[in-house]
């Protein structure tokens, strides 16, 4: 890299990770990899009818010039950029798709629709997309333990996109060299602003993540034909440590990625429930009480006690009155109030007249009281647990504490509810009678053969 005079770590680091051997994959490791991958095609289908998803496809339509990856859900056949961003933004509207908590919250499956698009144009084997997929959570996920962007007002897209960067240049078969400049031109010139995340939530937040994966395989694509990057990205004098992290040189992190098979991606959290990954045990809680037999018309008021990082996340005022559906799907209070009037939290707790009903409003801005309780404190690993103390309007006092909800680290979704996730998400879409057919073609992926193609060819209408 011309005038490189600057050491910087996480460069080399990720640029010699993107170019290493390929881990043989054995059983466990490809269903890890493959259960993020169909799950993330039935978020994405799940979508097809929303408002950010026509926008994108609209916009897709625009650069459909001769290109041969489906938009998933439509009869539009695009260039791999606008199919990595369509596809990304299904995925990621119905905030369905999986997460990772490190010191900054991340969802490392928006690197999926980006990867797929990557191994179609370059028609990479089974073995070599999923290799690619588990190789950017890795660097995805480690990044996310040693770095926080929203800490000075940046973005976690920043964070998924150095993921996302890194299985671009493995597919697109970049050097080391190359892929040091397709690194460096994705994180020089993308930084999106925390903005995307705070107050009343926009149809924005679909799109970030999409954005910056879409940039990462742009970077690649442009250092696969010679574009060459600045030097230090990461630890230069106008890098991102310094004047987005605000870091001092003797802060700067260490990232560490070992040859050995990327194993993080079975760690991350597969959601139950079509809201923030944070309130996962809080959809979980009300769920089981109206098991109970107990609905809102039932309740008196709700007393919820939070693990301290999902009050953060998911308590503010806009909160107790969500307007978007994007500020209601991370608004734990709404989530619990919603699911104990609906009796379910489904995707359709979260329309326009759902977040609008006013027995539901009253009742956040009158009957709910929220506060963070370390005691609760067990983070990512435990599912953010919550305990909720229910007072009935008979005087009775139900209380209910639920951790390691369904799809967390610890308590892994099971085959079975998976697929009912999945089918459940296509019954939404132009594609419900494929939903079995889907289901087992991506199930099926692995080995030097390339189903890819025929996933394409399905998940077009």
Request: aromatic share 6%.
């Amino acid at each position: 890299m011309e005038h490189d005079t600057t050491e910087d770590q996480w460069l080399g680091a990720i640029a010699g990770f993107a170019t290493g051997p390929v881990a043989a994959l054995d059983d466990t490791r490809r269903e890890a990899i493959v259960t993020r991958v169909v799950d993330t095609i039935g978020c994405a289908l799940g979508a097809g009818s929303s408002d950010a998803v026509e926008v994108v496809t609209a916009y897709a339509a625009r650069r459909a010039n001769g290109g041969r990856h489906a938009t998933w859900g439509t009869d539009l056949d695009v260039d791999l950029e606008s199919a990595a961003l369509a596809n990304g933004v299904s995925a990621r509207y119905l905030d369905y798709n999986d997460a990772y908590f490190g010191v900054e919250p991340i969802h490392p499956s928006d690197v999926i629709p980006t990867l797929f698009a990557c191994a179609l144009e370059n028609e990479r084997s089974d073995d070599e997309f999923l290799d690619a997929v588990a190789v950017a959570y890795e660097v995805a996920m480690t990044a996310a333990d040693e770095i926080t962007p929203r800490r000075s007002g940046f973005d976690h897209v920043n964070v998924t996109m150095l993921g996302a960067v890194t299985g671009a240049a493995r597919l697109l078969g970049l050097s080391e060299e190359k892929a040091r400049h397709a690194v460096s031109i994705a994180v020089t010139s993308h930084a999106a602003y925390r903005q995307a995340r705070t107050g009343q939530l926009s149809m924005w937040k679909a799109f970030a993540a999409a954005d910056a994966c879409r940039h990462a395989a742009y970077a690649a694509l442009l250092a696969s034909v010679g574009a060459r990057g600045p030097a230090a990205p990461f630890a230069g004098q106008q890098a991102m440590f310094r004047r987005a992290l605000g870091l001092s040189p003797d802060e700067f992190p260490v990232l560490t990625l070992t040859s050995e098979a990327p194993a993080r991606i079975a760690g991350s959290q597969i959601k139950r429930f079509p809201c923030g990954s944070v309130g996962q045990s809080a959809a979980q809680a009300a769920t089981d009480l109206v098991a109970r037999g107990i609905s809102l018309r039932d309740v008196q008021s709700i007393d919820i006690r939070l693990d301290p990082k999902a009050a953060a996340l998911m308590v503010s005022p806009e909160k107790l009155e969500p307007r978007t559906r994007e500020t209601a799907d991370h608004s734990i209070p709404y989530v619990i109030v919603s699911t104990l009037q609906r009796g379910a939290l489904t995707v359709e707790s979260f329309t326009d007249g759902a977040i609008s009903d006013q027995e539901v409003r009253s009742f956040l801005q009158d009957n709910v009281k929220v506060g963070a309780d370390p005691a609760l404190g067990g983070g990512h690993d435990m599912g953010f647990p919550v305990d909720l103390n229910v007072t009935l309007k008979d005087g009775r006092v139900e209380e209910h504490a639920v951790e390691h909800p369904p799809g967390s680290p610890r308590n892994q979704m099971p085959y079975e509810e998976l697929k009912t996730k999945f089918v459940g998400s296509l019954d939404r879409s132009a594609l419900a009678d494929r939903a079995d057919q889907l289901w087992d073609l991506t199930w099926s992926l692995g080995g030097e053969a390339s189903t890819i193609p025929r996933i394409n060819e399905c998940l077009r209408h």
